[in-house]
């Protein structure tokens, strides 16, 4: 039997194989990106736009098929923080919606830590990665939560600061 070689081979297989899983991560993280576009106006409602709904839908979808959120949230991914943060090496985030719904919120974030509590997420080194942290984000909603919520601050602090013991 002869070995397989040249472009039929094994290897071309595993590497088409890994060129089109990239292709498709990257078209998941593209569709994923365009579910956080659509803009609200002040009444919460999406604004009117030629086809944003279907393309909010389809993106959203996306977002729940993606391996991102999941790699991230069990420290595979680019952030390191679940790597300690996992309720062994230092205490995990509180997940539960009605005691901490700002983690529920923003999975579709991809469950990243430093959107909001800043940081270094690349490394393990504690003293480097808690550098510039936020360890409550909601003692400084400002600067935790203004870079993504310019146009609806006052609305997010609210609602946040509102939440009976909260964490």
């Known amino acids: ?3 397989n070689q040249g472009r039929g081979g094994l290897l071309g297989k595993i590497w ?4 089109m899983l990239s292709l498709l991560g990257l078209g998941a993280a593209m569709l994923a990106s365009l579910a ?6 002040s009444a919460g409602q999406t604004a009117a736009g030629w086809g944003s709904e279907a393309t909010v839908t389809l993106a959203e979808g996306v977002v729940q098929l993606s391996p991102i959120a999941l790699a991230n949230a069990c420290g595979l ?4 923080c679940f790597k300690c943060h996992n309720g062994k090496r230092a205490p995990a985030p509180v997940m539960d919606a009605t005691k901490a719904p700002w983690h529920a919120q923003h999975a579709k974030v991809n469950n990243s830590c430093v959107g909001c509590h800043k940081g270094n997420s690349r490394i393990m080194k504690e003293e480097v990665a808690h550098e510039k942290m936020l360890a409550k984000p909601r003692d400084n909603t400002a600067e935790a939560c203004g870079s993504c ?3 609806d601050l006052a609305k997010v602090q609210g609602a946040y600061h509102a939440i009976p013991g909260a964490k």
């Open 16 to 19: 088409r194989g890994g060129v």
């Open 149 to 151: 919520h310019k146009g």
């Open 36 to 41: 956080g576009r659509h803009v609200e106006d």
């Open 1 to 3: 039997m002869k070995c």
């Open 77 to 80: 991914g680019a952030s390191s």
